[in-house]
Nanobody, 116 residues
Framework: QVPLVESGGGLVQAEGSLLLSCALS????????VGWYRQAPGKQRELVAR???????NYGDSVKGRFTIQKDNARDTVYLQMNGLKPEDTAVYYC??????????WGQGTQVTVSS
């Protein structure tokens, strides 16, 4: 098990910004990919952003152009910079790590609330 510790959630006004961080207790190099998902009340969990070991990124359609995912290999940490936040971005955000040939790991989640 590789615990993932998320931080950076909170309450922000629309058009504001937040930076989420996810620290892995193990080596980020052992993961095929790391990323962020979110789940709003009454909705399914959805992809927000994902970055592979090689640095390829992909984003959910609703966040393209507003959110940026980056990873710091030296710190075993993945970040999600969220700009231009909208009320519909309100959700619990989960960090995810995909080990080679294994089941994915999930963080406990961090609440992001965007007020209008």
């Amino acid at each position: 098990q590789v615990p993932l510790v998320e931080s950076g959630g909170g309450l922000v006004q629309a058009e504001g910004s937040l930076l989420l961080s996810c620290a892995l207790s193990g080596s980020i190099f052992s993961m095929d990919a790391v990323g962020w998902y979110r789940q709003a009340p009454g909705k399914q969990r959805e992809l927000v952003a994902r970055i592979t070991k090689g640095g390829t990124t992909n984003y959910g359609d609703s966040v393209k152009g507003r959110f940026t995912i980056q990873k710091d290999n030296a710190r075993d940490t993945v970040y999600l910079q969220m700009n231009g936040l909208k009320p519909e971005d309100t959700a619990v955000y989960y960090c995810n790590a995909e080990p080679s040939g294994g089941y994915p790991y999930w963080g406990q989640g961090t609440q992001v609330t965007v007020s209008s």
